[in-house]
């Protein structure tokens, strides 16, 4: 297998003489390094923000905007203070060092330029920025990783208000849907459970695609289920995005067990909208703690007794629901139950796919 050719790195060298560009551009090429070249702080800034450079060789004393101010502008970004700047200066003096720091200067180097010292200052500024790179791509992947853990409603709140997001319980308008699989147990008897993982998974993953398409949240799993809360400023909007995604999640389930005609599954749903105790809840253990973002009451009971009494491959809803969808989907008529924990008889609607 050919290996892919090594990382050049990219030196932006800012300076208004083409004299001196010409000289280290020659002793940057001949140790393996890409060069672009900027005339003056102004130029230094769209360069740096369109190539992203390994490192800035600054010139002080240039026309537009001099080496300090086109330091301090790059240090100040958050899209290039992370970037090397290396000042070039024929001033040798302690003021000119001081205000270079000042402005986040990560090293100096000063006029004419030791063609040894210039290459010891880059090889040492590009090995600590492999490894702040290095760093923050590991933390990147931590972040990214842990933040399966955290709801995307919690993330929204979060970035509200960071400093002091509101994550207490209140009281919110909110369509629930829960989904259970048919036939887990009977498959948990014929399959070894890491074969029954993966295909729980694999369906499930397409189900959280769509519920999150939606602008939905999966509160939690749990062996053969879940539940999703959605929400919206029009109590008619979530109540039609919950519905469509339960339909959508009857039409993948036929496509998965296409793929799968050996182990086909079914679905069965609950579904019903009002007014719950919506909120995030934090769970901490040993070993760490776990967001997630909840909603409670009666409406949440409802919607769990709904996916309890449904067949495979039926959804039923809730009388609120139905009325909140205003006839944009067939809803049949069941009749009245009484379900489980709840005091009055409910009307159970079956909605039908179209086509």
């Known amino acids: 297998m050919p290996q892919s050719p090594p990382h050049r790195p990219t030196i932006l060298i800012v300076d208004d003489e083409p004299f001196n560009v010409d000289l280290l551009e020659q002793e940057l090429e001949d140790i393996g390094c890409r060069t672009v070249a900027a005339r003056n702080g102004q130029q230094a800034l769209d360069s740096a923000a369109a190539e992203r450079p390994d490192l800035i060789l600054l010139d002080v004393m240039m026309p537009v905007m001099d080496g300090f101010e086109a330091c301090r502008r790059l240090k100040d970004s958050e899209h290039t203070q992370l970037i090397p700047v290396i000042i070039m ?12 720091i000042e402005a986040g200067a990560d090293d100096f ?8 010292e ?3 200052r880059i090889q040492t500024a590009l090995r600590r920025k492999r490894v702040v790179d290095s760093r923050l791509t590991e933390l990147s992947r931590i972040r990214d990783h842990f933040a399966k853990f955290v709801p995307e409603s919690v993330k929204r709140i979060v970035a509200q208000s960071p400093e002091a997001p509101s994550l207490e319980k209140t009281e919110r308008d909110v369509s629930v849907m829960f989904c259970d699989l048919s036939g887990y147990a009977r498959l948990s008897e014929t399959l070894l459970p890491d074969a029954l993982n993966a295909l729980v998974e694999s369906y499930f993953s397409a189900f959280l695609d769509a519920v999150q398409e939606e602008g939905g949240d999966i509160n939690e799993t749990a062996g053969d ?7 919206a400023p029009d109590p008619h909007a979530h109540a039609l995005a919950a519905t469509k995604v339960a339909l959508s999640l009857l039409d993948r389930t036929e496509r998965l067990n296409l793929e799968r005609p050996d182990c086909p599954l079914a679905i069965h749903m609950g579904l019903n909208s009002g007014s719950a105790l919506v909120g995030s809840t934090r769970f901490d253990g040993l070993r760490g703690s776990r967001w997630t973002f909840t909603a409670s009451g009666p409406v ?12 495979p491959g039926q959804l039923l809803a809730g009388p609120e629901t139905v009325k909140r969808l205003g006839g944009r989907h067939r809803a049949d008529l069941l009749g009245r139950e009484r379900l489980k924990n709840l005091s009055e008889a409910i009307e159970v609607y079956c909605i039908a796919r179209s086509g």
């Open 89 to 100: 200066t024929a001033l040798d003096g302690i003021d000119d060092r001081v205000r270079g």
């Open 109 to 116: 180097l000063t006029k004419p330029v030791n063609p040894r």
């Open 118 to 120: 210039l290459r010891a």
């Open 225 to 231: 289920g879940f539940m999703a809360i959605f929400e």
């Open 300 to 311: 949440t009971n409802l919607a769990a007794r709904l996916a309890g009494i449904a067949q």
